[in-house]
């Protein structure tokens, strides 16, 4: 009787488990950019609009000027800073849904982090004659898009992040609003975050 020689740590048991192998990262590769950085559903644009803005009021001056319908707004640091405990989150909401809820071309108001914190008000449920408001914690921008599915279009993300907003934006096919504080006392990971935005952002939008 014959036997197959064992093989030795590390042999390939074939030649062709190479190309097999290499084939199944090129498919992960390409799933990995189909879903990070292609625009989802009926996003009609290649690369999707970007604008970069200092100051927290043109934010939603802008928005309304887009004539957003829905606007997605990241948490940290526009409705509460990175550290900031309940109250300043609870404030930082009523303050950004009063600047809104004159405007009746708005639909949906969505915050949302990728942090555990949560406001102490129950949103999920329509106003009366105001926009619908969303809160989403741990959110795991930018992978989720369900969430989004059903809100109305056009739309915008405004958020300091462009490797969690920015590229949900892009998924969406929503405006880009691209929220750049002075970070220079923001904690060590947002810091982190935006220099890698940065290099990314070129190849992620195109610029009004
Ligand atoms: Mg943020």
């Known amino acids: 009787m014959l036997l197959a020689r064992p093989r030795a740590a590390g042999q390939r048991p074939s030649g062709r488990a190479a190309p097999a192998r290499r084939d ?8 990995t950019e189909a879903c990070l950085l292609r625009p989802r559903w009926d996003a009609a644009l290649v690369r999707v609009a970007y604008e970069r803005i200092a100051e927290r009021p043109d934010l939603l001056r802008r928005a309304r000027e887009l004539a957003s ?22 404030a930082g909401i009523a303050e950004i849904l009063g600047e809104i809820g004159g405007d009746s071309h708005m639909s949906v108001v969505c915050f949302a982090t990728n942090s555990d ?7 999920g449920t329509s106003g009366p004659g105001g926009p619908r408001v969303v809160y989403l914690a741990s959110a795991h921008k930018p ?3 369900a969430p989004y599915r059903d809100f109305p279009r056009p739309g915008v993300v405004i958020g300091d992040q462009v490797a969690t907003d920015g590229i949900l934006a ?12 002075d970070l220079t006392h923001a904690p060590a990971g947002p810091r982190l975050m935006y220099d890698l935005g940065r290099r990314i952002e070129p190849l992620l939008f195109r610029h009004r």
Request: glycine letters at 6%; proline letters at 6%.
């Open 170 to 181: 892009r998924r969406l096919g929503y405006t880009f609003l691209h929220y750049s504080p």
């Open 143 to 145: 992978f989720w898009t």
């Open 24 to 31: 199944a990262g090129a498919r992960l590769a390409r799933r």
């Open 117 to 123: 914190r949560r406001p102490s008000a129950d949103y």
């Open 69 to 90: 319908r829905t606007i997605i707004v990241d948490v940290e640091p526009l409705v509460a800073y990175w550290d900031t405990g309940q109250e300043a989150l609870d």
